[in-house]
Nanobody
């Protein structure tokens, strides 16, 4: 599986923007799909955005219209652009990838299928 190196994140204010980066050791076709997850304190990890190699993107309802996932082929990097931030977006964010079935490249199915993970980056959004 690919190796993933995360960067970006940090602190922002409600209504602002942040961008997360996840550099992959492979190209977009090295994985069946790549994804961003987040885990808030005391809550379960949840998928927020999924990117398939064909460019298909899927989002959790909580971030739809505010977050955008993309893959830069020149840099082999997965991005998560987060706009219109809310305090409830505060969490550790993880990028992940899987070489498993594309069946799992959906918001509700992805968590257990990922076999490569970044180390996580903290995003804090103040009111």
């Amino acid at each position: 599986q690919v190796q993933l190196l995360q960067s970006g994140g940090g602190s922002g204010q409600a209504g602002g923007s942040l961008r997360l980066s996840c550099a992959s050791s492979g190209n977009r076709y090295s994985s069946t799909c790549m994804a961003w997850f987040r885990q808030a304190t005391g809550k379960e990890r949840e998928a927020v955005a999924i990117a398939a190699p064909d460019g298909t993107a899927r989002y959790a309802d909580s971030v739809k219209g505010r977050f955008a996932v993309s893959f830069d082929d020149a840099e082999n990097t997965l991005y998560l652009q987060m706009n219109s931030l809310k305090p409830e977006d505060t969490a550790m964010y993880y990028c992940a990838a899987t070489t498993g079935s594309a069946f799992y490249c959906h918001i509700g199915r992805a968590l257990g299928a990922m076999n490569a993970w970044g180390k996580g980056t903290l995003v804090t959004v103040s009111p």
